[in-house]
Antibody, heavy 124, light 110 residues
């Protein structure tokens, strides 16, 4: 079945970086953009950015520009999201999620498959 | 950036109630609006895309309407598994960013 499986929980110190992986299965990885969404404790959903697994092109929210890097390894159908210069308010659950259709406008069809989430705690 | 505002932020309802949640954009987004359900401790689940299209496998008691700036999600007859938080998301600005979410509406037991 179509699924996204994320890496496990992380604890990081302020100023360091984190990297979450997202392994896709059950579909053509390069056909659908992967988006990243985070959720701070008790808060709502915050969209972070996307990567086109085919080309490697990315786009991210201005809030994270300069700190976020989204990459992929098509040989193992895995996307990665790295966030650097971590602060306490980066503590959150990070989700990878798939756009619902092919191509740049696939997200019009919603984010239809979600990973299980990766809890990241930033603490000194 | 396009701002999305949901209301109410929370509501209490009983099984069988008709529930309506509203989402408003600060500019026209045509019909590029999605709705998600998030149960406690779980990942979000897509319910509705392009304002009114029901995602495969989602019960027909869920429906979405609207275009331009005002949108609604309706649950025709609330079921026990529907107690959750609901989020709207605009995708009008795709593939540019950000694809903003509303702040969420929590539906709990009256």
């Amino acid at each position: 079945q179509v699924q996204l499986v994320q890496s496990g929980a992380e604890v990081r110190k302020p100023g360091t970086s984190m990297k979450v992986s997202c392994k896709a299965s059950g579909y053509t990885f390069t056909g659908y953009y992967i988006h990243w969404v985070r959720q701070a404790p008790g808060q709502g959903l915050e969209w972070m950015g996307w990567i086109d697994p085919l080309s490697g092109d990315t786009s991210s929210s201005q809030r994270f520009q300069g700190r976020v890097s989204m990459t992929r390894d098509t040989s193992i159908d895995t996307a990665y999201m790295q966030l650097s210069s971590l602060k306490s308010d980066d503590t959150a659950v990070y989700y990878c999620t798939r756009a619902g259709a092919y191509g740049a406008y696939g997200v019009y069809y919603g984010l239809d498959v979600w990973g299980q989430g990766t809890s990241v705690t930033i603490t000194s | 950036d396009i701002q999305m505002t949901q209301f109410p932020s929370s509501l209490s309802a009983s099984i069988g109630d008709r529930v309506t949640i509203t989402c408003r954009a600060n500019q026209s987004i045509s019909n590029y609006l999605n709705w998600y359900q998030q149960r406690v401790g779980k990942a979000p689940k897509l319910l509705i895309y392009i304002a009114s299209r029901l995602q495969s496998g989602v019960p027909s008691r869920f429906s979405g309407t609207g275009s331009g700036t005002d949108f609604t999600l309706t649950i025709a007859s609330l079921q026990p598994e529907d107690f959750a938080t609901y989020y709207c998301q605009q995708t009008y600005s795709a593939p540019l960013t950000p694809l903003t979410f509303g702040q969420g509406t929590r539906v709990d037991v009256k």
